[in-house]
């Protein structure tokens, strides 16, 4: 868990400018920023350095629990379908997907909050009246339900469940299959 924890804190604070802030403007409607050096260079130098960050701890607050819940919903998958932990390619990406589905439903509302902060959506802001930026998740929670009430924090469920389950199952397939090939191959040279 500590070492899950620890990869997570590294991790996102890598690529927390890159996927979080860069890539979500990119992809906004009518996106001002015709390249991902032009978006980095306007928002250094209209929001600063911190603009990068802004979403950080939401990322980790959101990370942090779909890794967990993912690990353990795999796990307990992996108990029913494949007690005997064989190794057996249906189990694992059955497995995977659905540890991706449960994870990412589970985190959505975290991810919206995320998403809010990150693209600092205009027309969202102003609809509810926030003039300047959105900061802090406890901020980011309020805004969502003054916009679209407890289903604003499951917008877009479908779309990341439907993501998150072949990804996962893929990542878990492709992690139990080279487990298996190198355990088969090291008893092999034992013998």
């Known amino acids: 868990g500590v070492a899950g924890s620890v990869a997570t804190l590294l991790h996102d604070a890598v690529m927390n400018p890159a996927e979080a802030v860069v890539k979500q403007r990119m992809q906004m409607f009518n996106s001002p920023y015709p390249s991902v050096l032009a978006c980095v260079r306007t928002v250094q130098k209209t929001e600063g350095f911190g603009a990068f960050y802004r979403s950080y701890t939401t990322q980790l607050t959101m990370n942090v629990p779909f890794q967990a819940i993912h690990f353990i919903t795999y796990e307990l998958v992996q108990e029913r379908l494949n007690p005997r932990r064989d190794y057996n390619p249906r189990s694992h990406v059955v497995a995977g997907a659905v540890a991706g589905a449960?994870?990412?439903?589970?985190?959505?509302?975290?991810?919206?909050?995320?998403?809010?902060?990150?693209?600092?959506?205009?027309?969202?802001?102003?609809?509810?009246?926030?003039?300047?930026?959105?900061?802090?998740?406890?901020?980011?929670?309020?805004?969502?339900?003054?916009?679209?009430?407890?289903?604003?924090?499951?917008?877009?469920?479908?779309?990341?469940?439907?993501?998150?389950?072949?990804?996962?199952?893929?990542?878990?397939?492709?992690?139990?299959?080279?487990?298996?090939?190198?355990?088969?191959?090291?008893?092999?040279?034992?013998?």
């Not at 985190?107 to 909050?113: A, K």
Request: with cysteine.
């Open 102 to 191: 449960v994870a990412a439903a589970a985190t959505t509302p975290l991810d919206v909050c995320k998403t809010l902060l990150n693209t600092q959506e205009n027309v969202a802001l102003s609809s509810a009246n926030i003039s300047g930026h959105l900061s802090g998740m406890a901020n980011a929670f309020r805004t969502v339900y003054r916009l679209g009430g407890v289903p604003g924090y499951f917008k877009g469920v479908q779309a990341r469940v439907i993501y998150q389950m072949p990804s996962t199952a893929i990542a878990w397939s492709v992690y139990e299959f080279f487990k298996y090939f190198l355990t088969k191959h090291t008893l092999e040279k034992r013998a």
